[in-house]
């Protein structure tokens, strides 16, 4: 069991650019979450992924935010034409739902912190 | 409406003392799951323990130890005898599971940042 990765674990940007992150579940996991997390909060769901089948996405995820899980393993996100209100981190989740009202524990990657110039 | 409320910001304790921290949690929803996680420094969130709805049986794992009581919405986390390396901030998280729910969406409080002094 390697753990959720995240790609890059830092990323620095100017305003306006877009920016890419990705997260390697671990394996096997068919539930595939984001989160973003600003300083003294807690983390804020953004949306998720049943296998290759994006769910739900919050309102906090605008249309600048996309997101995709192709084959049903790694994910990505993607933030076009950055604002400084995007600085965070962003955190990756994943869970093994067998199905029914179980809602397993996500384990969390280390996250992306990004920074807005 | 916040949904988990930890009400504590910040906690110091000197080590090998208890300390107990607190989350109050609002839901409508009959069904729902309660979490803690830690987050020390390095940042990775660090799943603790899991209670559903219809298990109210307060649980201990080692130092730590949780205690669920529906009548007040409330799921507190209590560390006996701190050490340093306890030192994190605490989250708790609530998940839905009712109708019209997103399965496996957590809500989490700001988190308690706890501070143990050797």
């Known amino acids: 069991d390697t753990g959720v990765s995240q790609d890059p674990r830092h990323k620095i940007t100017k305003r306006g650019q877009n920016v890419t992150f990705r997260c390697d579940p671990i394996?096997?996991?068919?539930?595939l979450y984001w989160y973003r997390q600003t300083l003294g909060q807690g983390p804020e769901f953004l949306t998720y992924?049943?296998?290759?089948?994006?769910?739900?996405k919050s309102r906090l995820l605008s249309d600048r935010f996309s997101a995709e899980r192709p084959k049903g393993s790694f994910s990505t996100l993607e933030i076009q034409r950055t604002e400084q209100g995007d600085s965070a981190m962003y955190l990756c989740?994943?869970?093994?739902?067998?199905?029914?009202?179980?809602?397993?524990?996500?384990?969390f990657g280390d996250g992306t912190r990004l920074s807005i110039l | 409406a916040q949904k988990v409320t930890q009400a504590q910001t910040e906690i110091s304790v000197v080590e090998k003392e208890d300390v107990t921290l607190d989350c109050v949690y609002e839901?409508?929803?009959?069904?729902?799951?309660l979490f803690w996680y830690k987050q020390p420094p390095s940042g990775e969130l660090v799943f603790l323990i899991r209670?559903?709805?219809?298990?109210?049986q307060n649980e201990i794992s080692g130092r730590y130890s949780w205690n669920f009581q529906k009548s007040t919405s409330s799921f507190n986390f209590t560390i006996t005898a701190s050490q340093v390396v306890d030192s994190a901030v605490y989250f708790c998280?609530?998940?839905?599971?009712?109708?019209?729910?997103?399965?496996?969406?957590?809500?989490f409080g700001r988190g308690t940042q706890l501070t143990v002094w050797p």
């Open positions: 992924f049943q296998n290759e089948a994006q769910l739900e």
């Open positions: 839901t409508r929803d009959t069904t729902y799951y």
């Open positions: 209670r559903n709805s219809f298990d109210e």
């Open positions: 989740a994943s869970s093994l739902e067998r199905g029914g009202l179980s809602n397993q524990p996500q384990h």
């Open positions: 998280a609530l998940s839905e599971a009712g109708r019209g729910s997103t399965l496996g969406r957590l809500y």
């Open positions: 394996s096997e996991h068919n539930r």
